[in-house]
Each structure stands twice: as C-alpha cells, then as structure tokens.
C-alpha cells in the first residue's frame, strides 16, 4: 500500500491535533500499516510540504515510531490549509505510479513508477470541512470517487482510495468467474 497522510497545517487543526494524531497513530499506524508499505505524510499549511517519507521495513524496524514521532511534532505552517496542492501533488505521484517521488512533485515534476498492483490510499486530517472545500473543488476532483468520511468532535478525516475502482471490478471478475468454474 501506499499511504498519503495529508495533515492540515492550519492554527485552527492546532487545538485538536492531540486527539487526530492519537486515532492515527492507534488506527492507522499501529493497526494498518504493514511491511512494505510506503508512507508519505504531507503538511498542508499555506503550501503543502512533505515531511516524512519511509517505507515499512518490518514490525521491529522502529519506523512506524518514527511516523509516530513526526505527526506528534507537526506544527501550523499558516492560517490556512493548502489541501488541493496537497491533493493535486498526491493525485500526479498516484497517476504517475511514483509514491517515492512527492518531493519531486512539489516542486513541480515526478519520474519514475511502481508496481500498478499496488494500493494507493489518502486520508486528509483537518478541523472542518471548510478546509476541504477548496480541494474539493480543485484538480484532484477525481480523486474522490471512492471515499468515506468519519468525523469527531473537534476534527474529521477525510479517507480516500483513488484509483481503487479498477482493482474493484478487478476483483469481482475474478470471483464472478471463480464462482462459474464451481
């Protein structure tokens, strides 16, 4: 998998980063993450900047608490979120086949591919839905076909699977014909 962890950079994401960053950890760092798997965490204040990229090397490698250490440290980078250059540098690295490579993408150009077996998944953390209005709106529109929303009090995260339809039919094929074979 390929997990892009869009952090809102805002002062308003300031006052209920301690609770985001602990259902991160706990679900998603913790639970979800698994050898081989590469992380890109990206800061989206009034530009987006990636501050982490790693790759799972195995449960005892320290680091998911590596991860853990980075989104405990992450402060506001403005009073805004640049979450759709975020998004549109997350969906050009999808396209692409290069998560390795989102340093090249904010500043401007990727190269490079991966695998296309692989799953790519973006979760956007960010004090409203306000903050998601522009990216919703923007380039990485298309992203947001396979989505899901869960919201807490003061916060929500936004979790999208892009390009995950084809793996979807994909797999329903292949079951469909596995039924017919029986």
């Known amino acids: 998998m390929d997990l892009y962890l869009v952090i809102d950079g805002s002062g308003a ?64 980078t403005g009073k805004s979120a640049d979450f759709s250059r975020a998004l549109s540098t997350v969906s050009f690295a999808i396209a692409n086949g290069d998560a390795g490579g989102l340093a090249g993408g904010l500043a401007g150009g990727l190269a490079g591919g991966l695998a296309g077996d692989r799953i790519s998944y973006t979760m956007l953390v960010t004090a409203s839905a306000g903050g998601l209005e522009s990216a919703l709106a923007g380039d990485a529109q298309g992203l947001f076909r396979w989505f899901r929303t869960e919201k807490y009090e003061q916060w929500q995260v936004l979790v999208v699977a892009p390009d995950i339809g084809r793996k979807v039919n994909q797999a329903a094929a292949a079951y469909m014909n596995s039924l017919q074979r029986q």
Do not use: C, H, P
């Not at 320290?62 to 402060?75: M, N, P």
């Open 13 to 76: 994401f300031q006052s209920s980063k301690t609770d985001a960053i602990a259902w991160i950890n706990d679900r998603v760092v913790d639970r979800l993450l698994m050898e081989g798997d590469r992380v890109n965490i990206l800061l989206a204040g009034d530009r987006a900047e990636l501050v982490y990229s790693g790759v799972i090397s195995d449960s005892d490698s320290g680091e998911k608490e590596v991860i853990k250490d980075k989104l405990s440290t992450l402060a506001a």
